[in-house]
T-cell receptor, first 112, second 110 residues
Framework: DAGVIQSPRHEVTEMGQEVTLRCKPISGHDYLFWYRQTMMRGLELLIYFNNNVPIDDSGMPEDRFSAKMPNASFSTLKIQPSEPRDSAVYFC??????????FGQGTRLTVV | GQSLEQPSEVTAVEGAIVQINCTYQTSGFYGLSWYQQHDGGAPTFLSYNALDGLEETGRFSSFLSRSDSYGYLLLQELQMKDSASYFCAGENNAGNMLTFGGGTRLMVKP
C-alpha cells in the first residue's frame, strides 16, 4: 500500500475562495482523521470518521469547514470561504485502531 | 475532553539519554501513544502504552503510570537524526479518538 495519500501537497489561494483538500486512506482502515497543525495551536483534531460515518466534528472551527467521506477510499475537507487564519498544514490520517495512526504527508495551505 | 502537557523544548548531546515527559488530564483515558515528526514531515508512530510500565523498542522506550496520569518517552544513544518534535497522544476509552499534546522539540547537539 502506498500509505495515506493527500492532495494537493501545497495550495495557495485568495481569501474568500473555496478550498478542497483530498485524502485517500490506507485500504482496510476503518478510521479516518483530519488534523490541522499550526505553530500556535499544534496538532488539532478537526473531525474523524469511523466506517465512513462522522463520529466527532467538535474540532471543526466553524461552519466554513465541512468534511465528507462518501466511501471507504476517499475523504474531503472543504473550507468555504477561506480566510488567512486558515493557513496551516492539514493532515489526514487513517488507522484500524487509534493506537497507531498513519499520517499522510499533509497539505500546506496558504490563504492570502 | 483530553489535555496533554509536554515541555516545549529539550536539548541534549549526541550519545546521551533524554526523557520527554507527558502529563495528561483526560476523561475516559485508555492509552498513550508517542509520535515523531521531523521538520516538514508527517507524524510517525513510535510506541503505545495501555498498561502501566515500560515498553522498549530499540533505542526508544515509553513509560506509563495511570495512577499518576503521567508518561514519558526515553531516547537512548541519541543521534543527530533524532532531532525532531515528539508528541504524546491520548486515546479515549471508546478507543476511537486521538488527541495530541503540544509537542516537544528535541535538539541533539554534537
Amino acid at each position: 500500500d502506498a500509505g495515506v495519500i493527500q492532495s494537493p501537497r501545497h495550495e495557495v489561494t485568495e481569501m474568500g475562495q473555496e478550498v478542497t483538500l483530498r485524502c485517500k486512506p490506507i485500504s482496510g482502515h476503518d478510521y479516518l482523521f483530519w488534523y490541522r497543525q499550526t505553530m500556535m495551536r499544534g496538532l488539532e483534531l478537526l473531525i474523524y470518521f469511523n466506517n465512513n460515518v462522522p463520529i466527532d466534528d467538535s474540532g471543526m472551527p466553524e461552519d466554513r469547514f465541512s468534511a465528507k467521506m462518501p466511501n471507504a477510499s476517499f475523504s474531503t475537507l472543504k473550507i468555504q470561504p477561506s480566510e488567512p487564519r486558515d493557513s496551516a498544514v492539514y493532515f489526514c490520517a487513517s488507522s484500524n485502531d487509534v493506537t497507531e495512526a498513519f499520517f499522510g504527508q499533509g497539505t500546506r495551505l496558504t490563504v492570502v | 475532553g483530553q489535555s496533554l502537557e509536554q515541555p516545549s523544548e529539550v536539548t541534549a548531546v549526541e550519545g546521551a539519554i533524554v526523557q520527554i515527559n507527558c502529563t495528561y488530564q483526560t476523561s475516559g483515558f485508555y492509552g498513550l501513544s508517542w509520535y515523531q515528526q521531523h521538520d516538514g514531515g508527517a507524524p510517525t508512530f513510535l510506541s503505545y502504552n495501555a498498561l502501566d510500565g515500560l515498553e522498549e523498542t530499540g533505542r526508544f522506550s515509553s513509560f506509563l503510570s495511570r495512577s499518576d496520569s503521567y508518561g514519558y518517552l526515553l531516547l537512548q544513544e541519541l543521534q543527530m537524526k533524532d532531532s525532531a518534535s515528539y508528541f504524546c497522544a491520548g486515546e479515549n476509552n471508546a478507543g476511537n479518538m486521538l488527541t495530541f499534546g503540544g509537542g516537544t522539540r528535541l535538539m541533539v547537539k554534537p
